[in-house]
Nanobody, 125 residues
Framework: VQLQASGGGLVQAGGSLRLSCAAS????????VGWFRQAPGESREFVAA????????HYANSVKGRFTISRDNAKYTVYLQMNSLKPEDTAVYYC???????????????????WGQGTQVTVSS
């Protein structure tokens, strides 16, 4: 599957953005999709994940209550709605996908085979 992330931009603290991860292929609904982010000088970190067929969602503690991950399998797209953005949310955001991930593996980037190209999110104070 090929992934295309979009929707990043520059926003003031407290604002909102919605990222999209568009996928190719009719089997998209079978994939678990995750969002990760990487700030300058930092390692890539888990943000959120959604299980296949619009199942359960999982979030990093740092974004819980502010970010919402969802998917529209008919459009082959996963969304990350980001509200109450903070300067520390500034990073390049990547979407990733894979099949058959178990719960304990969702938060690890090495678990995902397919990656999008990343989209920059910048939150000004």
């Amino acid at each position: 599957v090929q992934l295309q992330a979009s929707g990043g931009g520059l926003v003031q603290a407290g604002g909102s953005l919605r990222l999209s991860c568009a996928a190719s292929g009719p089997t998209f609904s079978s994939y678990t999709v995750g969002w990760f982010r990487q700030a300058p000088g930092e390692s890539r970190e888990f943000v959120a994940a959604i299980r296949r067929n619009g199942g359960t969602t999982h979030y990093a503690n740092s974004v819980k209550g502010r970010f919402t991950i969802s998917r529209d399998n008919a459009k082959y797209t996963v969304y990350l709605q980001m509200n109450s953005l903070k300067p520390e949310d500034t990073a390049v955001y990547y979407c990733a996908a894979d099949l058959g991930l178990i719960l304990s593996s969702l938060r690890f980037e090495a678990s995902y085979t397919y990656w999008g190209q990343g989209t920059q999110v910048t939150v000004s104070s």
